[in-house]
């Protein structure tokens, strides 16, 4: 077992495992994506910390226990059509990847887009990269079985809503400074809203994000 792989079990067992994440599904998939190759070459020997860790533009590859939570808590299925806002690094949407059909994951940076694309290849037509501002979704694949948003929203974006399929499940970080982690799940009652867990994230851009016109407007 190389260097690499060791810490990447040990990640899972310690990081994850031992604090509660217990889908089988999150947990195989976190043993198998790389993340030493999503990280700068400066850090790779932090890979596998407990920590979020920088990836330039201001903004991070999250906590590889929050993406292992986040993950699970999206209730993915082989065949789920998932939707990532915040596609930073690649890591997660290739972690996203390896249990549902399709993912679809937007990026408002365009220079870290263009790398994810590039890093994901080896993916295929599992994992389309789309350079903008996910705080309106990508209504061109909607609906999606679940929506994860890897950046701290004012609200819960409306177009995030709309474009969640029936069944589907929807997770963020709601707030500003500590977050709530929030789930949105649309049942035949209606959407049941849960808070799972303080987090802290960096801020959701564009017209549904901090300053956007569309949470200013409401
Ligand atoms: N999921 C990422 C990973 O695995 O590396 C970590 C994401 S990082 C914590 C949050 C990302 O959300 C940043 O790359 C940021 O540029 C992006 N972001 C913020 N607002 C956005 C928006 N409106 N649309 C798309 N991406 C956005």
Same mark, same amino acid.
């Given at each position: 077992?190389?260097?690499?792989? +060791?810490?990447? *079990?040990?990640?899972?067992?310690?990081?994850?495992?031992?604090?509660?994440?217990?889908?089988?599904?999150?947990?195989?998939?976190?043993?198998?994506?790389?993340?030493?190759?999503? &990280? %700068?070459?400066?850090?790779?020997?932090?890979?596998?910390?407990?920590?979020?860790?920088?990836?330039?533009?201001?903004?991070?590859?999250?906590?590889?226990?929050?993406?292992?939570?986040?993950?699970?808590?999206?209730?993915? *299925? %082989?065949?789920?059509? #998932?939707?990532?806002?915040?596609?930073?690094?690649?890591?997660?949407?290739?972690?996203?990847?390896?249990?549902?059909? +399709? !993912?679809?994951? #937007?990026?408002?940076?365009?220079?870290?887009?263009?790398?994810?694309?590039?890093?994901?290849?080896?993916?295929?037509?599992?994992?389309?990269? &789309?350079?903008?501002?996910?705080?309106?979704?990508?209504?061109?694949?909607? %609906?999606?079985?679940?929506?994860?948003?890897?950046?701290?929203?004012?609200?819960?974006?409306?177009?995030?809503?709309?474009?969640?399929?029936?069944?589907?499940?929807? !997770?963020?970080?709601?707030?500003?400074?500590?977050?709530?982690? #929030?789930?949105?799940?649309?049942?035949?009652?209606?959407?049941?809203?849960?808070?799972?867990?303080?987090?802290?994230?960096?801020?959701?851009?564009?017209?549904?994000? *901090?300053?956007?016109?569309? *949470?200013?407007?409401?």
């Amino acid at each position: 077992m190389s260097d690499f792989e +060791q810490r990447r *079990h040990l990640m899972v067992d310690r990081q994850l495992v031992a604090r509660g994440v217990d889908d089988v599904r999150v947990i195989e998939a976190m043993r198998r994506v790389h993340r030493h190759d999503f &990280v %700068p070459a400066s850090l790779v020997d932090r890979a596998y910390d407990d920590t979020p860790l920088p990836i330039g533009h201001d903004v991070t590859i999250s906590q590889p226990y929050i993406v292992g939570f986040m993950t699970q808590a999206l209730e993915l *299925h %082989p065949g789920d059509r #998932v939707l990532e806002v915040g596609t930073g690094s690649g890591y997660a949407a290739a972690v996203l990847a390896e249990i549902a059909d +399709q !993912v679809v994951t #937007v990026e408002s940076i365009a220079p870290l887009a263009e790398q994810a694309r590039e890093r994901l290849t080896a993916c295929g037509d599992r994992i389309e990269v &789309v350079s903008g501002d996910g705080s309106v979704g990508h209504p061109a694949r909607a %609906p999606y079985d679940a929506i994860v948003v890897t950046a701290a929203a004012p609200d819960i974006p409306p177009p995030l809503l709309d474009q969640l399929d029936h069944g589907g499940r929807l !997770v963020l970080p709601v707030g500003d400074g500590v977050e709530q982690l #929030v789930r949105v799940r649309r049942t035949d009652e209606g959407d049941v809203h849960e808070r799972l867990l303080a987090v802290c994230f960096v801020p959701l851009t564009g017209r549904y994000g *901090h300053g956007g016109d569309g *949470h200013r407007s409401g």
